[in-house]
């Protein structure tokens, strides 16, 4: 329109003019197309599970999936769902919400269970920041419906059954590095990376680093080498608390196996604080008529000496008496004791005595 008009005519303003008279032109704004994409990302999230997106896959084999994304982890939970209700969602998410915790905004689209009173109560009760796109506007919502896509492709290529298909799926994203974070899912949600079957090719780095991490374990002070007697818990009906027996293996630091007294082929496993030290008290030899024949035989050479037992007087009835009975003498130095002049212990005690007002 420019053009022409400048092959024509000229005045100042032409281009002006121009435009402004397409811009007022009714017929024109009704068949124009949408302006040039302005993009405006979201607010960088500071911590993880404190703004999620979410939205549906599906139907896909007969099962609708809500996707949760996690903003700054880029953590990923499918649920699979027969009804796709206001109150299904509602009771998916309070189970989400069970194990990881309440967040701090979610981001949906306007779909009608997101937008029903049951849900938009919900998210209030528990202080949510509720956040809706803008309708007819997906892009508002970018972060699920990219990994609506996602898992849409990955399920179509997976084996097996529906939940085969997407737990493999899970594990395989949670654990990759991020294009945006240089991270995985796992390392910023759980602070770690899951174990796969890949590490089964260096099974000792990934829990040799975890286990230099850890502070050293605080080690048993109760050691109980193998061959130690000890008294163990004896669980079976009718027996004692404890029972006797020898520890015959160590399990760890604080496992034992143990080998009963009483069944000296069998083995239990007891922890250490079912364990006690069982000290050995000799017992006595008892003699008997065959062992002291046998211990006459075996000493023939040696013949003891009898020993001389000297007999004391026996003492009577006056020697007693006259040890412990004073003599006549000091009969007259036991005297009955003077009785103790104590105060009286009357209730009256320092209150005068009433007189007679004549």
Not at 105 to 129: H, L, W, Y
Not at 164 to 185: A, D, I, V
Request: aromatic share 8%; glycine share 6%; charged share 20%.
């Amino acid at each position: 329109m420019k053009e022409i008009a400048r092959n024509y005519v000229w005045w100042p303003g032409l281009d002006h003019d121009i435009e402004a008279l397409a811009r007022s032109c009714a017929s024109c704004l009704l068949t124009r197309n949408s302006p040039p994409s302005q993009r405006h990302p979201w607010q960088f999230s500071t911590a993880p599970w404190q703004r999620l997106h979410m939205d549906f896959a599906g139907p896909i084999d007969n099962f609708h999936f809500l996707l949760v994304i996690g903003a700054f982890s880029k953590w990923l939970e499918v649920i699979p769902m027969r009804t796709i209700t206001a109150s299904a969602t509602v009771d998916a998410l309070r189970n989400l919400f069970a194990r990881f915790g309440i967040p701090s905004t979610v981001v949906s689209d306007n779909g009608p269970k997101f937008t029903s009173c049951q849900f938009t109560e919900f998210m209030a009760k528990n202080g949510i920041r509720y956040i809706t796109t803008a309708p007819y506007h997906p892009a508002s919502n970018g972060q699920a419906e990219r990994y609506v896509q996602t898992f849409k492709q990955a399920y179509g290529a997976g084996h097996g059954t529906m939940s085969q298909k997407m737990t493999n799926f899970l594990l395989q994203y949670r654990n990759s590095p991020n294009g945006t974070t240089r991270l995985s899912p796992a390392q910023l949600m759980l602070g770690r990376p899951l174990r796969t079957r890949l590490d089964l090719i260096s099974p000792i780095d990934a829990f040799k680093r975890l286990k230099d991490d850890l502070p050293s374990q605080v080690k048993s002070k109760r050691v109980f080498l193998p061959g130690k007697d000890v008294w163990y818990r004896n669980f079976s009906r009718g027996g004692s608390k404890w029972a006797a027996g020898t520890v015959s293996a160590t399990i760890g630091n604080t496992m034992y196996e143990v080998k009963p007294q009483s069944h000296p082929d069998c083995t239990v496993r007891r922890h250490v604080d079912q364990i006690l030290r069982r000290d050995t008290i000799p017992t006595p030899e008892i003699v008997t008529p065959q062992t002291s024949q046998a211990n006459d035989s075996a000493n023939s050479e040696v013949v003891p000496q009898p020993r001389e037992v000297q007999e004391t007087p026996r003492s009577t009835c006056a020697d007693v008496l006259a040890k412990e009975l004073p003599n006549e003498a000091d009969f007259s130095t036991l005297r009955t004791p003077e009785p103790i002049l104590r105060r009286s212990s009357r209730d009256n005690k320092g209150v005068p005595p009433e007189r007679l007002d004549l």
